[in-house]
């Protein structure tokens, strides 16, 4: 085999090895639905703990909420093919003692609290996140929120019903009047 070959052959085996994740989320995103019927991570009673997490978090407004664009079967898909098992058994055992120190401090498990319970709740833990320096890991919480929004803001729904969405933006507009009503402009 001659080097120019072999140069182009690796260059193949590179561009796959960079493109591979790109392209499972690819296909991934072809998928018409998701089901609850498939979990892969999450039982149904963790299950329904994070949809009551994720709402609480990001609750039905004028836009729909998390569990509206289905975000707590979407984290179990990426607990289930992106996460290596040490963070997938560190993210159970997080929720896991989430709902235990929620029944200790309010005597009930999340599920059982009323709406402005569980916002009492996810303040309190909201503060105590923010107070605690990242030492070696972050409050589950913390951890919890972030997939969360994130999760949301990658849904289409999340997307065109919460930001000033276009496809191809315009030109460059470096002065921009900002008031009150104006939406993050998000594109491609």
Do not use: H
Not at 93 to 107: H, I, P, R, V, Y
């Amino acid at each position: 085999m001659e080097r120019r070959e072999a140069v182009i052959k690796i260059s193949w085996i590179l561009k796959s090895v960079y493109l591979a994740p790109s392209i499972f989320t690819g296909f991934l995103s072809c998928k018409s639905e998701v089901s609850s019927a498939n979990l892969y991570v999450f039982s149904k009673e963790q299950d329904k703990l994070v949809t009551a997490i994720a709402d609480s978090i990001l609750p039905r407004t004028e836009t729909p909420s998390a569990s509206d664009v289905k975000v707590n079967l979407y984290l179990d898909l990426m607990l289930n093919e992106v996460f290596e098992d040490a963070y997938k058994n560190s993210f159970l055992k997080g929720l896991d003692e989430f709902d235990e120190n929620c029944k200790a401090f309010t005597g009930n498990n999340f599920l059982e609290l009323n709406e402005s319970e569980k916002q009492d709740y996810l303040n309190r833990l909201e503060k105590e996140a923010n107070a605690v320096e990242k030492v070696n890991l972050e409050p589950f919480f913390r951890r919890f929120k972030m997939l969360v929004v994130t999760i949301y803001f990658s849904t289409e729904q999340g997307v065109k019903q919460n930001l000033d969405y276009a496809p191809i933006p315009g030109p460059y507009l470096g002065d921009v009047e900002f008031t009150s009503e104006t939406r993050i402009m998000k594109g491609n």
